[in-house]
């Protein structure tokens, strides 16, 4: 049995089902994110992990006991929300020493702790200050080092950086990865944020209406997307729309050109209508090419963006953006001209 074992989760809200049938296994020390639009049920799982919210349906064991039926204060987990939820008449250091107040522990040892966990968060000069003399990273920390300072089981993350700069987000996401690494906490981190997913986790959950779409590492996510919408919803992706000519042979028809993919044809047939997706990367310009997997685009839009070009054209229907990287030396295409974009077999994925 893993760590974590979530098994047919299912939360309803009256006539509304959140959650559908949600069953994930999670190692030790493993980083997981939900990641999914609004309303996709991720806070949802989280809350029920948290013991916030009772299952319809299902059951969560962790470390092997069966906490499903426990409340939070009994299951041991740290939590962190996207609004820090200090407590604005405490010092940094009794936010952090708060649950191991409650839990009983001796003051010299909830003392020795705190002083462990300020220089984990490297906040050890501010000990004495109150949430508000803070930024809102600096409060962040504090919210994390009081999550992990009574040594949780399971550290659940609620859209903690949604509400810092994009600066600060991205600094504050590496800490939290470093930290969450060198403690070996299991962590469950839900997220809106695409790239942060990619950027954080051992494994992404997508979820999208309460139901999961896919699970896997961040470059299984992001190169081998299964459905439409994971596609769609990670990472940016142009879509050409064509037939399928031979399941087999992975062949598509986009206008008058025939592209050929490694990738296999799920659940299509020969004639039907499907999609390419291309990830930006995916594309070359005017590249040379004995005219396999290459389609004629005209030109929309060139913006120039410092060190890459971003570059939108058009094929028939569809439009198709891509960078380049800045050459002083090389000529831009100009608007309206007519230019060749050239894909590699193995990137391209045919999506029904
Ligand atoms: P967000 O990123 O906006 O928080 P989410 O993916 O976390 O979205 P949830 O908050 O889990 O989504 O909500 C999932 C669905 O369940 C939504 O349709 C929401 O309206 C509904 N829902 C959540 N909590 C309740 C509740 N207490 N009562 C009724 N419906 C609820």
Request: net charge neutral; aromatic share 6%.
């Amino acid at each position: 049995m893993a760590f974590l074992e979530i098994s047919h989760l299912k939360k309803h809200f009256g006539s509304q089902t959140a959650v559908k049938d949600f069953s994930i296994s999670v190692e030790k020390g493993e980083f997981i994110t939900f990641l999914g639009p609004s309303g996709c049920g991720k806070t949802t799982i989280l809350r029920m992990l948290a013991g916030f919210e009772a299952p319809s349906e299902g059951s969560i064991v962790f470390d092997g006991k069966d906490v499903t039926h426990l409340r939070t204060n009994q299951r041991n987990v740290g939590m962190v929300f996207q609004s820090y939820a200090l407590f604005p008449n405490m010092t940094v250091a009794e936010n952090i020493g708060f649950g191991l107040k409650v839990a009983n522990m001796p003051q010299a040892q909830i003392d020795a702790r705190v002083k462990e966990m300020l220089a984990l968060i490297k906040l050890d000069t501010l000990a004495a200050r109150y949430p508000w003399q803070m930024s809102g990273g600096q409060q962040q920390r504090v919210a994390l080092a009081r999550a992990i300072a009574n040594k949780p089981k399971v550290l659940l993350l609620d859209e903690p950086l949604s509400a810092l700069d994009a600066k600060i987000r991205v600094s504050l996401r590496e800490e939290i990865r470093v930290l969450q690494r060198e403690l070996n906490i299991t962590t469950v981190f839900v997220t809106h944020d695409q790239e942060e997913a990619l950027s954080i986790s051992d494994r992404i959950v997508v979820l999208n209406e309460g139901s999961v779409e896919q699970i896997g590492t961040p470059s299984e996510i992001y190169n081998f997307p299964r459905t439409r919408f994971v596609a769609s919803f990670v990472g940016t992706l142009n879509q050409l729309h064509g037939t399928v000519v031979d399941v087999q042979a992975g062949t598509i028809q986009v206008g008058d050109q025939i592209l050929v993919s490694t990738n296999p044809v799920n659940g299509l047939t020969a004639g039907q209508p499907c999609v390419l997706a291309i990830r930006p990367e995916a594309i070359q310009l005017n590249a040379p090419s004995d005219g396999k997997n290459m389609v004629q685009a005209t030109v929309e839009d060139v913006s120039f963006l410092g060190s890459i070009v971003r570059i939108r054209t058009r094929v028939g229907s569809d439009v198709i953006s891509f960078d380049v990287f800045n050459d002083p030396n090389q000529t831009l295409p100009a608007r309206g001209v007519s230019v060749s974009l050239s894909f590699a077999y193995e990137n391209l994925l045919i999506l029904k």
